[in-house]
């Protein structure tokens, strides 16, 4: 085996390595056997996991990270007719698919027992699912993992820890001023400030203790050669990864209640990094960079295919605003991704659309009226919002950096204001306010009216599975514009920009110019969702625009899914959007908590992943440099002089 | 301002056969502080001129002044007869091309998309060419990638035409640079300190990657401080000092002259204003 520096491959938990792969074996083959059994007495908690015999729910999830796990397990050892399962060899895979199936059951237990008040109310399964994940994770730990052999530094400034004290006897003393005082409710605020810090310095202490027992690393293994096969069969293989990636996202879209789908993104958290580490991912990566029509041929038919499983219009409408929320995200990367100008009032110009589309929709609210066809008003709304991005961007784009972002931060409030008092009394009367533009009326397309239902192969799809549809077809085109100008002469005019606006004028490119194109190419490509968004929610008003709020899209989470989702791909702020959009919506169980739940969740996956969930191959480099493979430079002396 | 076909500068020693660039009474002035003051040049066609100066004396500032990126506060930079705009990317249309002291490469693109990058004045395939990807634009793309990969070729990076351009060791940070700028179809290339850096058999690469580029009928203009470089090199070179040009000429007139050695060895030169280099 190689070995790379800095690494070890050692368990975590002494154990005989035999004693360790049973135990994991056991664990993972007791926690999926769990999902067969009854979790609780009462079918009061959501989902009703009281029957013997037919997993539901969360029960499912257990099922999955018990199998996946030993799957992994019994590939990882080289199991004949398994090996396919893990090229990479790499027991870290194991461990990361027993913490899903360990935090998904876990989750479970607590939920169960919380909901319901208290242990009692679990059933022999749940007691079963619970032990076993914990054998199965603690197995896993005694297993040979690839770690680091240095300990990572201390994170905390020593000092900070005084607030773990500090913060409940302010909480208590805040408790003690009578509520009658004016101070009284500003101290139980700054006190519950002081909580929360104290909170999180616990957490991250928690997380550093965790890190210095784990040292999870990477040993780089060279992955074994795929096996040749007929070309038909890796483009079945492609095609059964996206079935399955369809049913995986269906799934999260359909979970009924919070609790499942918080389990859900557990167990998706652990399933796909436990995919990474055994090395499917890069294999499957492979596979698709060498299929690459069929690739987006397949995503696009399971795209297209969401509506035709669903039976309401319920989750179609989610969808239908997930792809609006994703292709307004895909229009600001290239602003920010590509050309790298920070722009934080991106969300105006999907305002700018719609309220274009809405003005000329026949609205009986809107002063001018007139109706103009689908595709008049498409391109209406699109060719307003490329004029007010080439306005604003005329005298912005001069400005660099933070400079820049002030300003854009400043115009997309300026377009929701100004929204705002063109409603007759502060301004003329165009947009009526805060009151907005209602009833507008749904599109209708060489006679197909997008709001009534249609039977189309025996499946009846709704007003929101129509507009699903139409705005895939606007998502796909918007795709391949990204794809085509990001691989193109003015594609690397704007990264080079964006890497270095000097070296890049000094190579014969007019900043200026570039950077108003893809400002205005960002805008008019929002302003095309923007037009369908005005169909789709029957009303624009202004606050749907604003800079930030609780529920997307808005400008700041925009930000947030490009550079979640992987700055400069076209899957990044696609995948980016999805979770943004469902992720609120489903923690609406945990009511006040909701946004510090988020902001953790953001806080956490930008401290695992700095460069994304899906990142291109120079942000990957730019942030693990340490794992690229060194070169071989031979001219250390140069290097010393030229730091001169 | 266009001279056409200005006269040969006849006071110059050596006069070359065709001026390619006329520099004349340049003056940079920042504030109170005159970092180049009234320099004069001129280029010839194929011909390497070395331009050297103690630290400070205002080389690089001179050269932003012929760039673009400074406007010159007094005096002319005429490129074929034809006066610059001091707009950095026009500069390069006209058919300068430039290397930086500090490296300043696209770091996280390939060392391929560098070069192709550098082709962006001889291309002209817009935004709907490339959504629409007609005959035209794959021609367009396949011609600038075949100059680029020839480029690359040319200095010896072709097997690493896929790396990061930060992943490169320093030297080949330094050809790729060359490279780039060469992408761009130079009549005229500016190096700024290209050997700075490199250890003594690299800085003989250098060499003969120079005398390679003025066999393509490139003319090169050279900062340098590494002496054996320049004079190995250069047909003339001129001497900064303080942001005046005190001398220009060949290998025996600079070193003999002395003014230079006063300069290089640290003695103040009288009647002159105190000057400094403004490095990018």
Not at chain 1, 383 to 393: N, P, T, Y
Not at chain 2, 117 to 126: I, K, L, Q, Y
Not at chain 2, 196 to 212: I, K, S, W
Request: proline share 6%; net charge neutral; charged share 15%.
């Amino acid at each position: 085996m190689t070995t790379t520096p800095g690494t070890e491959t050692t368990p975590v938990i002494p154990l005989p390595a035999r004693a360790a792969a049973l135990l994991t074996g056991l664990g993972a083959t007791t926690t999926a056997a769990s999902a067969l059994m009854s979790w609780t007495w009462t079918s009061d908690f959501p989902g009703d996991l009281t029957y013997y015999g037919s997993p539901a729910g969360l029960q499912w999830l257990a099922l999955t990270g018990g199998l996946l796990t030993l799957t992994l397990l019994l590939a990882t050892h080289g199991t004949p007719g398994l090996r396919w399962a893990a090229p990479a060899r790499s027991h870290n895979a194991v461990l990361l698919a027993a913490v899903g199936a360990f935090a998904v059951s876990w989750f479970s237990v607590i939920a169960i027992a919380a909901h319901l008040g208290g242990l009692a109310n679990l059933d022999p399964g749940g007691w079963v699912a619970a032990l076993g994940s914990l054998l199965a994770l603690a197995g896993s730990l005694a297993l040979p993992l690839d770690r680091r052999d240095r300990v990572p530094l201390r994170l905390l400034d020593r000092r900070l820890f005084l607030l773990v004290p500090a913060a409940p006897i302010a909480w208590f003393g805040a408790h003690a001023v009578p509520g009658d005082k004016p101070v009284a409710p500003v101290l139980t605020a700054l006190a519950g400030a002081l909580l929360i810090a104290a909170g999180l310095v616990v957490l991250i202490q928690l997380g550093h203790l965790a890190h210095t027992w784990l040292r999870p690393g990477t040993v780089r293994r060279p992955l074994p050669a795929a096996r040749e096969l007929p070309s038909w069969a890796e483009v079945l293989l492609i095609v059964a990864a996206f079935a399955v990636g369809l049913f995986a996202i269906t799934f999260g879209i359909d979970t009924e209640y919070g609790e499942l789908f918080t389990g859900y993104l557990l167990l998706a958290a652990g399933v796909v990094a436990a995919l990474g580490k055994a090395g499917l991912l890069a294999r499957l990566r492979a596979l698709t960079v060498k299929h690459r029509p069929v690739t987006t041929g397949a995503a696009f038919a399971a795209a297209a295919g969401f509506p035709f499983t669903q039976t309401s219009d319920q989750y179609t409408s989610v969808a239908a605003n997930i792809l609006i929320f994703a292709t307004v995200a895909l229009g600001l990367n290239i602003v920010v991704g590509l050309a790298g100008l920070l722009d934080l009032g991106y969300v105006a110009f999907l305002g700018v659309g719609a309220y274009a589309a809405a003005l000329v929709s026949g609205s009986p609210a809107s002063p001018i009226h007139v109706q103009f066809p689908f595709w008049a008003a498409m391109l209406t709304g699109a060719a307003v919002s490329m004029v007010f991005g080439v306005l604003i961007g005329a005298p912005t784009l001069r400005l660099r950096g933070d400079y820049l972002a002030i300003v854009t931060l400043g115009f997309g409030e300026i377009f929701r204001i100004t929204m705002l008092n063109l409603n007759g009394t502060t301004g003329p009367k165009v947009t009526n306010g805060s009151n907005g533009i209602p009833r507008i009326p749904d599109l209708e397309i060489f006679g197909f009216d997008l709001g009534k239902p249609h039977t189309v192969a025996g499946v009846e799809l709704g007003r929101f599975s129509n507009y699903y549809l139409l705005m895939l077809l606007v998502t796909a085109f918007v795709v391949l514009v990204f794809a085509r100008v990001g691989n193109s002469r003015i594609g690397r005019a704007w990264v080079a920009i964006r890497e270095d606006e000097t070296a890049a004028e000094a190579m014969g490119i007019n900043g200026f110019r570039l950077k108003l194109l893809a400002f205005a190419l960002g805008a008019c490509l929002a302003g095309l969702a923007g037009t369908v968004q005005a169909h789709v929610s029957y009303t624009v008003t202004p606050d749907q625009y604003t800079f930030a709020e609780a529920l997307p899209p808005n400008s700041a989470f925009l930000l947030a899914a490009v550079i979640l989702g992987g700055m400069g791909t076209i899957s990044g702020p696609l995948a980016g959007a999805t979770l943004l959009f469902l992720i609120p919506k489903k923690l609406e169980f945990l009511s006040n908590y909701q946004l510090l739940a988020f902001g953790i969740a953001l806080i956490v996956l930008m401290r695992v992943r700095p460069e994304g969930l899906i990142p291109n191959r120079r942000r990957q480099l730019e942030f693990h440099e340490a794992d690229i493979p060194a070169q071989a430079s031979g001219d250390a002396v140069a290097l010393t002089k030229a730091g001169a | 301002m266009t001279t056409t076909d200005a006269p040969a500068a006849a006071g110059t020693p050596a006069a070359p056969a065709k001026p390619l660039l006329e520099v004349s009474g340049v003056t940079m002035r920042f504030g109170g502080l005159t970092a180049v003051n009234n320099v004069s040049l001129t280029v010839g066609e194929g011909e390497i001129i070395g331009l050297i100066g103690p630290n400070g004396a205002g080389k690089t500032t001179f050269f932003n002044c012929l760039t673009g990126l400074y406007v010159p506060t007094e005096g002319r930079v005429a490129y074929r007869g034809t006066v610059l705009p001091p707009k950095p990317h026009l500069v390069t249309q006209a058919g300068i091309a430039r290397t930086f002291q500090n490296i300043r490469l696209f770091a996280n693109m390939t060392v391929l998309e560098n070069v192709l990058v550098g082709r962006h004045t001889r291309t002209r395939e817009g935004l709907f060419s490339a959504i629409l990807r007609g005959p035209g634009y794959h021609r367009a793309e396949a011609e600038s990638r075949a100059r680029a990969m020839e480029l690359l070729e040319f200095t010896g990076l072709a097997d690493k035409a896929e790396h990061l351009a930060r992943n490169l060791p320093y030297g080949e940070q330094r050809k790729l640079e060359i490279a780039r700028a060469l992408a761009s179809d130079p009549g005229l290339l500016l190096l700024d300190e290209p050997t700075a850096g490199m250890n003594p058999q690299e800085t003989r690469a250098a060499e003969e990657l120079v005398f390679a580029i003025r066999d393509q009928g490139v003319s090169v203009l050279v900062i340098e401080h590494d002496m054996r470089f320049i004079f190995n090199l250069c047909d003339r070179t001129a001497v900064l000092v303080q942001g005046q040009k005190i001398v220009e000429g060949d290998r025996e007139t600079v070193q003999s002259d002395e003014r230079v050695i006063t300069a290089y060895l640290g003695a103040p030169l009288e009647g002159t204003t105190a000057a400094t280099e403004t490095d990018q």
